[in-house]
């Protein structure tokens, strides 16, 4: 059965801006609190204060970025969240976009498929508590995490395209993606991760979507929604090519033209409860394990209360 989670759809800047939103995780169906990199308040210490605050709640970091920290330190962060909140906890990797890598490491990685395999691989080997010794071409790790009881720590790989997917399906706990439409997960991204998962003996991972979501309200297009969601994605190359591999064209026009391409294929989900609820049960019947209900668009336009509101409504119709 596909589980639903939510996802922080802003960036805090004070830990009790977290609060409702776990307080949704913790009275509701949710499985899971999600958040996606934040440049402002380090999301690891954004959970924890939360469990602090009396919601403890699994969490999962969808995905934080490997330039930012080296293996031990993620692993030690990860299983430092799931000790403070007694719960399980996804730790989501990925190498980020190039200039993103340029600008931490003075350039980019030459292979990001190389650095995330040896990067989670050394993560999953210190959450085991095995002596981790790899001499990598980008990570060198010859340690090991002191030996201590924890909930469990599944270690995600972010994948957009078939490359990572596969990857994922030889390496990762978690499949996690973004933005992707669901029968592009359905005809590709899918199949990858199984066949990755067949090449290296191993079950395939779970697969989670992060999936933009807006209830229909009056006076606010669904197009606007989805470039106050997804403006900065729909100016990276690898999101670009990925939706252009899915069918969805958002290059060559305005912002605008680009947010209603998505809006239209679907990889922006919007309307009423009843289409809401249609569209997201065509992830679980792409073999999606998690769908998390990013409702950022109607945060930025409309406020928290609405974004709570939207969610609070969309768990209900899916999880009944």
């Not at 954004?46 to 403890?56: D, I, L, N």
């Not at 934080?64 to 990797?93: F, I, K, N």
């Not at 969601?229 to 190359?237: E, R």
């Amino acid at each position: 059965m596909t589980a639903y989670s939510v996802l922080v759809p802003f960036l805090p800047r004070r830990t009790e801006q977290i609060l409702p939103l776990a307080a949704l995780v913790n009275w509701t169906n949710a499985e899971r609190l999600w958040q996606g990199q934040a440049l402002m308040m380090e999301p690891h210490q954004g959970f924890v204060s939360a469990a602090g605050a009396g919601f403890r709640v699994p969490t999962g970091f969808g995905v934080t970025l490997m330039p930012l920290r080296h293996p031990y330190e993620a692993a030690l962060q990860a299983r430092s969240v799931a000790m403070a909140t007694g719960r399980s906890v996804v730790a989501g990797y990925g190498p980020g976009a190039r200039p993103f890598q340029a600008s931490v490491m003075g350039s980019p990685y030459r292979s990001p498929l190389t650095a995330a395999r040896e990067y989670l691989t050394a993560v999953r080997g210190l959450l085991d508590g095995d002596v981790v010794d790899q001499d990598g071409t980008y990570f060198t790790v010859r340690a090991q995490l002191p030996p201590c009881a924890a909930p469990r720590v599944d270690v995600g790989l972010g994948v957009l395209r078939p490359g990572m997917a596969r990857l994922a399906g030889e390496v990762a706990d978690v499949a996690i993606s973004w933005l992707t439409p669901a029968a592009y997960i359905r005809d590709v991204l899918a199949p990858a991760i199984r066949e990755g998962a067949d090449r290296a003996g191993r079950s395939a991972p779970r697969i989670t979507a992060m999936v933009p979501v807006a209830l229909a309200r009056p006076g606010s297009p669904p197009e606007e929604l989805a470039l106050a969601s997804n403006a900065a994605h729909l100016q990276a190359p690898h999101y670009i090519d990925m939706l252009r591999r899915a069918g969805v064209r958002v290059d060559g026009g305005s912002p605008e033209d680009a947010a209603r391409a998505l809006v239209e294929g679907n990889a922006f989900v919007s309307g009423d409860a009843d289409r809401v609820t249609a569209l997201l049960r065509e992830y679980e019947e792409a073999g999606v394990d998690e769908i998390v209900l990013n409702t950022t668009g109607v945060h930025k336009t409309h406020g928290q209360n609405e974004a709570v509101s939207d969610l609070r409504t969309i768990l209900a119709a899916v999880t009944r």
